[in-house]
T-cell receptor, first 114, second 113 residues
Framework: DTGVSQDPRHKITKRGQNVTFRCDPI?????LYWYRQTLGQGPEFLTY????????KSRLLSDRFSAERPKGSFSTLEIQRTEQGDSAMYLC????????????FGSGTRLTVV | GNSVTQMEGPVTLSEEAFLTINCTYT??????LFWYVQYPGEGLQLLLK?????DKGSNKGFEATYRKETTSFHLEKGSVQVSDSAVYFC????????????FGKGITLSVRP
Protein backbone atom coordinates (compact mmCIF):
# COMPACT_ATOMS: atom_id res chain seq x y z
CA ASP A 1 0.00 0.00 0.00
CA THR A 2 1.39 3.37 -0.97
CA GLY A 3 -0.41 5.42 1.65
CA VAL A 4 -3.00 8.13 1.09
CA SER A 5 -3.03 9.49 -2.45
CA GLN A 6 -4.45 12.81 -3.51
CA ASP A 7 -5.05 14.01 -7.02
CA PRO A 8 -4.23 16.45 -8.46
CA ARG A 9 -1.23 17.81 -6.55
CA HIS A 10 -1.83 21.29 -7.88
CA LYS A 11 -4.87 22.97 -9.42
CA ILE A 12 -5.11 26.48 -10.79
CA THR A 13 -8.61 27.62 -11.68
CA LYS A 14 -10.41 30.80 -12.56
CA ARG A 15 -12.82 32.32 -10.10
CA GLY A 16 -16.31 30.97 -10.61
CA GLN A 17 -15.21 27.59 -11.96
CA ASN A 18 -15.95 24.27 -10.27
CA VAL A 19 -13.15 21.99 -9.12
CA THR A 20 -13.07 18.43 -7.82
CA PHE A 21 -10.33 16.74 -5.84
CA ARG A 22 -9.90 13.04 -5.22
CA CYS A 23 -8.51 11.17 -2.23
CA ASP A 24 -7.66 7.47 -2.15
CA PRO A 25 -7.21 6.34 1.45
CA ILE A 26 -5.33 3.35 2.74
CA UNK A 27 -7.56 0.47 1.72
CA UNK A 28 -8.29 -0.98 5.16
CA UNK A 29 -9.00 2.42 6.75
CA UNK A 30 -12.70 3.05 7.31
CA UNK A 31 -12.36 6.69 8.40
CA LEU A 32 -11.54 9.48 5.97
CA TYR A 33 -11.00 13.15 6.86
CA TRP A 34 -10.71 16.35 4.85
CA TYR A 35 -8.80 19.35 6.18
CA ARG A 36 -7.96 22.74 4.70
CA GLN A 37 -4.69 24.54 5.31
CA THR A 38 -4.14 28.17 4.38
CA LEU A 39 -0.77 29.90 4.30
CA GLY A 40 0.71 30.34 7.75
CA GLN A 41 -2.04 28.40 9.47
CA GLY A 42 -2.48 24.88 10.72
CA PRO A 43 -4.91 22.50 9.04
CA GLU A 44 -8.59 23.04 9.83
CA PHE A 45 -11.14 20.24 9.93
CA LEU A 46 -13.71 20.23 7.15
CA THR A 47 -15.53 16.90 7.26
CA TYR A 48 -15.15 13.18 7.88
CA UNK A 49 -16.60 9.88 6.77
CA UNK A 50 -17.04 6.57 8.50
CA UNK A 51 -17.18 4.19 5.55
CA UNK A 52 -19.61 5.88 3.13
CA UNK A 53 -21.47 7.92 5.77
CA UNK A 54 -20.55 11.58 6.18
CA UNK A 55 -20.81 12.00 9.95
CA UNK A 56 -19.74 15.58 10.57
CA LYS A 57 -19.25 18.77 8.61
CA SER A 58 -17.52 21.90 9.85
CA ARG A 59 -19.22 25.26 9.55
CA LEU A 60 -16.23 26.09 7.32
CA LEU A 61 -17.84 23.87 4.69
CA SER A 62 -20.17 26.29 2.96
CA ASP A 63 -22.96 25.26 0.60
CA ARG A 64 -20.49 25.51 -2.28
CA PHE A 65 -18.54 22.58 -0.89
CA SER A 66 -19.65 18.98 -1.14
CA ALA A 67 -17.86 15.78 -0.28
CA GLU A 68 -18.72 12.20 -1.10
CA ARG A 69 -17.33 8.78 -0.39
CA PRO A 70 -19.26 6.34 -2.54
CA LYS A 71 -18.90 2.71 -1.48
CA GLY A 72 -16.67 3.75 1.38
CA SER A 73 -13.52 3.78 -0.72
CA PHE A 74 -12.15 6.92 -2.40
CA SER A 75 -13.57 10.34 -1.65
CA THR A 76 -14.12 13.47 -3.69
CA LEU A 77 -14.32 17.07 -2.56
CA GLU A 78 -16.03 19.45 -4.94
CA ILE A 79 -16.00 23.22 -4.73
CA GLN A 80 -18.55 25.03 -6.86
CA ARG A 81 -18.21 28.64 -8.03
CA THR A 82 -14.72 28.97 -6.60
CA GLU A 83 -13.67 32.18 -4.88
CA GLN A 84 -10.19 33.55 -4.23
CA GLY A 85 -10.65 32.77 -0.56
CA ASP A 86 -10.83 29.08 -1.44
CA SER A 87 -7.13 29.11 -2.34
CA ALA A 88 -5.52 26.69 0.09
CA MET A 89 -3.99 23.27 0.52
CA TYR A 90 -6.67 20.59 0.85
CA LEU A 91 -5.49 17.63 2.91
CA CYS A 92 -6.99 14.19 3.13
CA UNK A 93 -6.26 11.71 5.90
CA UNK A 94 -7.44 8.22 6.71
CA UNK A 95 -7.58 6.21 9.90
CA UNK A 96 -8.43 2.62 10.78
CA UNK A 97 -10.70 3.51 13.67
CA UNK A 98 -11.88 5.98 16.24
CA UNK A 99 -8.51 7.24 17.41
CA UNK A 100 -6.09 9.44 15.48
CA UNK A 101 -3.11 7.28 16.32
CA UNK A 102 -3.31 5.75 12.90
CA UNK A 103 -3.96 8.97 11.02
CA UNK A 104 -2.13 8.99 7.69
CA PHE A 105 -2.15 12.20 5.71
CA GLY A 106 -1.83 12.59 1.98
CA SER A 107 0.47 15.18 0.46
CA GLY A 108 -2.46 17.46 -0.32
CA THR A 109 -3.93 19.28 -3.29
CA ARG A 110 -2.88 22.90 -3.59
CA LEU A 111 -5.68 25.01 -5.08
CA THR A 112 -5.02 28.46 -6.50
CA VAL A 113 -8.01 30.51 -7.59
CA VAL A 114 -7.10 33.39 -9.91
CA GLY B 1 -14.09 25.30 21.91
CA ASN B 2 -10.72 23.65 21.62
CA SER B 3 -7.66 25.64 20.60
CA VAL B 4 -3.90 25.26 20.33
CA THR B 5 -1.41 28.10 20.59
CA GLN B 6 2.14 27.76 19.35
CA MET B 7 5.03 30.16 19.80
CA GLU B 8 5.69 32.54 16.94
CA GLY B 9 8.26 31.57 14.37
CA PRO B 10 10.27 30.99 12.35
CA VAL B 11 13.08 29.47 14.37
CA THR B 12 16.62 29.21 13.03
CA LEU B 13 19.23 27.17 14.90
CA SER B 14 22.71 25.89 14.31
CA GLU B 15 23.27 22.15 14.11
CA GLU B 16 23.56 20.49 17.53
CA ALA B 17 21.71 23.33 19.28
CA PHE B 18 18.97 22.66 21.84
CA LEU B 19 15.43 23.07 20.62
CA THR B 20 12.28 24.07 22.50
CA ILE B 21 9.00 24.81 20.72
CA ASN B 22 6.24 25.96 23.03
CA CYS B 23 2.66 24.75 22.76
CA THR B 24 -0.28 25.48 25.04
CA TYR B 25 -3.85 24.36 24.65
CA THR B 26 -7.43 24.99 25.70
CA UNK B 27 -9.80 22.05 25.76
CA UNK B 28 -12.80 20.62 27.54
CA UNK B 29 -12.43 17.17 28.96
CA UNK B 30 -9.22 15.21 28.59
CA UNK B 31 -7.73 15.61 25.13
CA UNK B 32 -4.87 13.65 23.64
CA LEU B 33 -1.94 15.76 22.44
CA PHE B 34 0.24 15.42 19.37
CA TRP B 35 3.14 16.87 17.49
CA TYR B 36 3.06 16.54 13.71
CA VAL B 37 5.91 17.36 11.34
CA GLN B 38 5.76 18.39 7.70
CA TYR B 39 8.97 18.06 5.72
CA PRO B 40 9.27 20.06 2.50
CA GLY B 41 7.09 18.57 -0.24
CA GLU B 42 5.69 15.85 2.02
CA GLY B 43 2.50 15.19 3.93
CA LEU B 44 1.97 15.63 7.65
CA GLN B 45 3.54 12.88 9.74
CA LEU B 46 2.86 12.05 13.36
CA LEU B 47 6.02 12.76 15.36
CA LEU B 48 4.86 11.87 18.87
CA LYS B 49 1.80 11.74 21.08
CA UNK B 50 0.64 11.67 24.70
CA UNK B 51 -2.78 10.58 25.83
CA UNK B 52 -2.95 11.56 29.51
CA UNK B 53 -1.43 13.91 32.05
CA UNK B 54 2.29 13.42 32.76
CA ASP B 55 2.72 11.12 29.76
CA LYS B 56 5.90 11.75 27.80
CA GLY B 57 5.88 11.17 24.08
CA SER B 58 9.18 10.61 22.32
CA ASN B 59 10.46 9.82 18.83
CA LYS B 60 13.61 10.52 16.79
CA GLY B 61 15.21 12.30 19.76
CA PHE B 62 12.22 14.63 20.23
CA GLU B 63 10.27 14.65 23.50
CA ALA B 64 7.17 16.34 24.86
CA THR B 65 5.42 15.97 28.23
CA TYR B 66 1.67 16.40 28.73
CA ARG B 67 1.38 19.00 31.51
CA LYS B 68 -2.23 19.34 32.60
CA GLU B 69 -1.50 21.92 35.30
CA THR B 70 0.02 24.33 32.77
CA THR B 71 -1.99 23.05 29.78
CA SER B 72 1.23 22.71 27.82
CA PHE B 73 2.95 20.21 25.54
CA HIS B 74 6.32 21.75 24.68
CA LEU B 75 8.52 19.99 22.12
CA GLU B 76 12.23 19.56 22.91
CA LYS B 77 15.28 18.05 21.30
CA GLY B 78 18.74 18.08 22.77
CA SER B 79 20.73 18.34 19.54
CA VAL B 80 19.05 19.28 16.27
CA GLN B 81 20.25 18.21 12.85
CA VAL B 82 19.91 19.82 9.43
CA SER B 83 17.45 17.04 8.56
CA ASP B 84 15.09 18.29 11.29
CA SER B 85 14.32 21.39 9.21
CA ALA B 86 10.55 21.26 8.74
CA VAL B 87 7.27 22.75 9.91
CA TYR B 88 6.08 21.50 13.31
CA PHE B 89 2.42 21.48 14.37
CA CYS B 90 1.02 20.93 17.83
CA UNK B 91 -2.46 19.40 17.85
CA UNK B 92 -5.11 17.90 20.10
CA UNK B 93 -8.09 15.66 19.67
CA UNK B 94 -11.63 16.24 20.63
CA UNK B 95 -12.68 13.90 23.42
CA UNK B 96 -15.66 12.80 21.32
CA UNK B 97 -15.71 9.82 19.01
CA UNK B 98 -14.89 11.63 15.79
CA UNK B 99 -11.17 11.99 16.56
CA UNK B 100 -10.86 15.20 14.60
CA UNK B 101 -7.67 17.15 15.22
CA UNK B 102 -7.36 20.80 16.20
CA PHE B 103 -4.00 22.20 15.08
CA GLY B 104 -1.86 25.13 16.06
CA LYS B 105 -0.53 27.47 13.38
CA GLY B 106 2.73 25.61 13.02
CA ILE B 107 6.28 26.82 13.28
CA THR B 108 9.04 26.58 10.72
CA LEU B 109 12.37 25.28 11.98
CA SER B 110 15.51 25.83 9.92
CA VAL B 111 18.75 24.21 11.06
CA ARG B 112 22.02 25.56 9.67
CA PRO B 113 25.04 23.28 9.19
Amino acid sequence: DTGVSQDPRHKITKRGQNVTFRCDPISEHNRLYWYRQTLGQGPEFLTYFQNEAQLEKSRLLSDRFSAERPKGSFSTLEIQRTEQGDSAMYLCASSPGTTPYGYTFGSGTRLTVV
Amino acid sequence: GNSVTQMEGPVTLSEEAFLTINCTYTATGYPSLFWYVQYPGEGLQLLLKATKADDKGSNKGFEATYRKETTSFHLEKGSVQVSDSAVYFCALTDTGANSKLTFGKGITLSVRP
